[in-house]
């Protein structure tokens, strides 16, 4: 089994900054691309930002120059910078992850964690 432990989140003012982190566990043979979803209430879960093995990032255009998605491949973890924050980021935060768990195409599966929330005062 695989799981995705999310941490990080909290209450913080406009302006403020907040990081979160999400590590990996379990049977693990390759991370494909880790990344960080938000759903905000009365809204659809939306792509935040995803990081590839490699270190190829994309960003949603909300958070372009504001956020930064980093990974440490050794620890199966990403993290989440998130700088100048705004009322408008508040949403639950969940961590998501393409992993095989062996060589083989089958057991390869996208996971999800349990979400964090992160809430910003304005």
């Known amino acids: 089994q695989v799981h995705l432990v999310e941490s990080g989140g909290g209450l913080v003012q406009a302006g403020g900054s907040l990081r979160l982190s999400c590590a990996a566990s379990?049977?693990?043979?390759?991370?494909?691309?880790m990344g960080w979803y938000r759903q905000a209430p009365g809204k659809q879960r939306e792509l935040v930002a995803v990081?590839?093995?490699?270190?190829?990032?994309n960003y949603a255009d909300s958070v372009k120059g504001r956020f930064t998605i980093s990974r440490d491949n050794a620890a199966n973890t990403v993290y989440l910078q998130m700088n100048s924050l705004k009322p408008e980021d508040t949403a639950v935060y969940y961590c998501?992850?393409?992993?095989?768990?062996?060589?083989?195409?089958?057991?390869?599966?996208?996971?999800w964690g349990q979400g964090t929330q992160v809430a910003v005062s304005s």
């Open positions: 379990g049977r693990i043979f390759r991370i494909i691309t």
């Open positions: 990081i590839t093995s490699g270190g190829s990032t």
């Open positions: 998501n992850a393409d992993i095989w768990r062996t060589y083989l195409a089958s057991d390869r599966q996208e996971y």
